[in-house]
């Protein structure tokens, strides 16, 4: 389980990135998405084949997240966020949060060489987060 200092870290950030976001309400693309908004949080959907995604407009990539997106969550295959974590340090995000399944300890390392408050630990927010479907 992730611990509380991480946490707070990544919840302190006025607005969260969605890598990975998707359009489908089945995909946890999606259901990341929509527990930020379901915790009142300000969430951008990234995902370059989509204009909006539950309301939301969309940005193409991380470097298009407005500069007030300290963290973000990757809900990406390992071989994509082993990429897009060094955009995401190029762009100054200081929090990344690797949904199950996106974890890569290439990108692990990555994130902890560049002092990044990374969670990769099999923690997934929907969980600590009490995401429900409505």
């Known amino acids: 389980m992730v ?7 990544f919840l302190g950030s006025p607005a969260f990135g969605v890598v990975g976001a998707s359009a489908n309400r089945h995909k946890y693309g999606n259901k990341v998405l929509r527990c930020y ?20 407009p969309c940005v193409a990539g991380i ?4 500069p007030e997106v300290q963290s973000i969550s990757m809900i990406t295959p390992p071989a994509v966020t082993e990429k897009l974590v060094q955009v995401a340090i190029d762009k100054g995000i200081r929090n990344i949060w690797m949904q199950p399944g996106a974890e890569s300890a290439t ?3 990555l994130c902890n060489e560049h002092k990044i ?5 099999g923690s997934c927010i929907l969980v600590v987060l009490g995401y429900h479907e409505h």
Request: charged residues 30%; without cysteine.
């Open 3 to 9: 611990n509380k200092e991480q946490l707070d870290l």
């Open 37 to 56: 908004l379901q915790v009142g949080r300000r969430a951008i959907p990234v995902n370059p084949n989509e204009r909006e995604i539950e309301g939301i």
């Open 63 to 66: 470097m298009d997240l407005p």
């Open 107 to 109: 990108a692990v390392e």
């Open 117 to 121: 408050n990374v969670i990769a630990d």
